[in-house]
């Protein structure tokens, strides 16, 4: 028996082996497959003998991920950070945490785990230390400490990738200021040495990133061009959430100048099961060409968003706009609050990005406290960001036409007709003429308001 137990031991080892090698050449697919067998066979092995259950678990939970296998990962990583707490393992349960928590769910949970995973740690494992300040600053008031501190532990240790989280944020900061070449090229900066580090997920997100912001700046060519590079590297290395996120953005820009067929071979390239965000695409180019009740059918359910603010406040209102726009008013509504419901309790830029799908029904059926809210959003960003936002990223839409609707029904005119004018010149020089027909129907209803 004991010799069978040794067996079982040696073979779990190998395929721990063969999945730690498949991990290496980037082949999450096959990593899961050999963790998964070790796992297997680990529970029937000599004890002591067998590779450690939690280790695996956290090896296995972070290729679900690169996979975008989300749920998975997420059940797999909780169950190793519990085995790890069950026996007092800071370490491995600061190393299980800080990959948990690259999967998009709920703020306050996040904030509970890393917060959890930083106490078991100690004074222990400075470079898990530095990961969970890094992630933990987001919660705060004052992120300054939490971000200096961990460059600190960065500088001391020589932890490069890390200490490439400061190009990235010197990067976020130029392009907000209108340096756009600097950002660009600090971004390019941040992107090598987190590629050399093998910090794969951050080599992706910082072209992602900084496409994402040029493409909210109105420069679309040039933030298209980044989100290609962002698909092409994270198809490269077989990141299949981070290529999605760079291709939807690609899809932003064709949806927002009317090339529906483009979207849809952009679409098609998409790895593995589509993020939502795909399937709002799809919904919203049915109804382009016309096909409401095809629209309608692709709509997205709110569980798709796993209860991650973001991910539900884009769901509410893409469904408060097709509904609304549907004749389907009472849904809409629902929709509508449930929306509000999510940004009122994280309030944010989201306000800004989330409404341009839905400016008619949140025109039509928003109350005064939500269309100030959304007002107050807007300025608020205008005041902390010397750069416009022209566009709105996840939904492929201009801004100005919401921001000009808003304001008009608010009473504020000559804001309206500042917002609509400058929509109509950007519209124009970009190809949007969806949007730039909102700019103008709302010129005319401004221009047809009776005086006085």
Not at 143 to 148: A, P
Not at 294 to 318: C, D, F, K, W
Not at 319 to 342: H, N, P, S, Y
Request: charged share 25%; proline share 2%.
């Amino acid at each position: 028996m004991n010799e069978q137990h040794d067996q079982r031991a040696g073979r779990a080892e190998a395929h721990r082996a063969a999945g730690e090698a498949a991990e290496a050449g980037t082949r999450w697919q096959d990593a899961v497959v050999e963790y998964e067998a070790c796992l297997g066979l680990i529970a029937g092995a000599a004890e002591g003998a067998a590779p450690d259950e939690a280790a695996v678990l956290t090896a296995l939970g972070r290729c679900y991920w690169h996979l975008a296998e989300a749920r998975m990962a997420w059940r797999t990583l909780r169950r190793a950070i519990s085995l790890y707490e069950a026996r007092g393992d800071g370490i491995g349960q600061a190393r299980a945490t800080v990959e948990i928590l690259q999967i998009w769910g709920p703020p306050e949970r996040h904030r509970a785990l890393a917060e959890a995973a930083l106490g078991a740690l100690g004074d222990a494992g400075p470079y898990l230390r530095a990961r969970l300040l890094l992630r933990l600053r987001w919660f705060d008031e004052d992120f300054e400490t939490k971000f200096n501190e961990a460059m600190a532990i960065a500088e001391q240790h020589g932890f490069d990738d890390l200490l490439a989280s400061r190009l990235e944020r010197e990067a976020w900061t130029a392009m907000e200021q209108l340096r756009t070449d600097d950002g660009i090229a600090l971004a390019e900066r941040a992107h090598d040495v987190y590629a050399r580090s093998k910090a794969y997920e951050s080599a992706a997100h910082v072209f992602r990133g900084s496409g994402y912001a040029t493409i909210e700046r109105g420069m679309l060519n040039r933030g298209f061009d980044l989100a290609r590079r962002s698909f092409e590297y994270a198809s490269g290395v077989n990141l299949k959430f981070n290529a999605q996120l760079a291709l939807l953005d690609m899809v932003a820009v064709e949806f927002a100048r009317g090339e529906f067929r483009q979207c849809e071979d952009l679409l098609a390239l998409a790895p593995g099961a589509s993020d939502f965000r795909a399937d709002l695409y799809r919904m919203w180019i049915a109804e382009a060409r016309g096909d409401m009740g095809g629209a309608l059918s692709l709509m997205v359910q709110p569980e798709r968003g796993g209860n991650t603010p973001t991910a539900m406040g884009q769901i509410h209102a893409a469904a408060a706009g097709i509904l609304f726009r549907a004749g389907k008013e009472d849904a809409a509504r629902q929709a509508l609050d449930a929306w509000a419901e999510v940004r009122g309790r994280y309030e944010d830029d989201d306000y800004c990005v989330e409404a341009p799908a839905m400016l008619d029904c949140l025109v039509a059926l928003g109350n005064e406290q939500l269309l100030q809210a959304v007002h107050r959003a807007f300025v608020r960003r205008d005041e902390r960001v010397q750069a416009p936002l022209r566009f709105s990223t996840l939904q492929g839409r201009a801004v100005a036409p919401v921001r000009g609707a808003v304001a008009h029904k608010l009473g504020l005119l000559d804001e309206a007709q500042r917002h609509y004018r400058e929509g109509l010149a950007w519209c124009s020089q970009e190809g949007c003429e969806r949007d730039l027909a909102l700019c103008r129907a709302g010129l005319g209803r401004l221009a047809s308001r009776p005086s006085g």
